[in-house]
Nanobody, 119 residues
Framework: QLQLVESGGGLVQAGGSLRLSCAAS????????MGWYRQAPGKQRELVAV???????TYADSVNGRFTISRDDAKNLVYLQMNSLKPEDTAVYYC?????????????WGQGTQVTVSS
């Protein structure tokens, strides 16, 4: 089992920055990839950024060049540095981790943190 707790959301003006953090606890030794998804009102949850155990990263086109994902595996943390924020970045941001063990891969989700960007 794995638990994920996000922090760092809030209200920011367009052009500003925020950093989200996600702390993992439990069976952290089984973590493969960690990343961030977001869900805006009336829209489906979408990938924002993900980093696998080899430090390979994938970003959504809409955030590439503005957002940066990083991991501190020693502390079981994943971060999302968000710069040049736009009103369309407003959403609930969810931390995601995928574990891999003998039984296969399994996704875990945090409770979400609200990010609101005002114009």
């Amino acid at each position: 089992q794995l638990q994920l707790v996000e922090s760092g959301g809030g209200l920011v003006q367009a052009g500003g920055s925020l950093r989200l953090s996600c702390a993992a606890s439990g069976s952290t030794f089984t973590i493969n990839s960690m990343g961030w998804y977001r869900q805006a009102p009336g829209k489906q949850r979408e990938l924002v950024a993900v980093m696998d155990s080899s430090r390979h990263t994938t970003y959504a086109d809409s955030v590439n060049g503005r957002f940066t994902i990083s991991r501190d595996d020693a502390k079981n943390l994943v971060y999302l540095q968000m710069n040049s924020l736009k009103p369309e970045d407003t959403a609930v941001y969810y931390c995601n981790a995928v574990t891999s063990d003998f039984y296969g891969a399994r996704p875990y989700w945090g409770q979400g943190t609200q990010v609101t960007v005002s114009s």
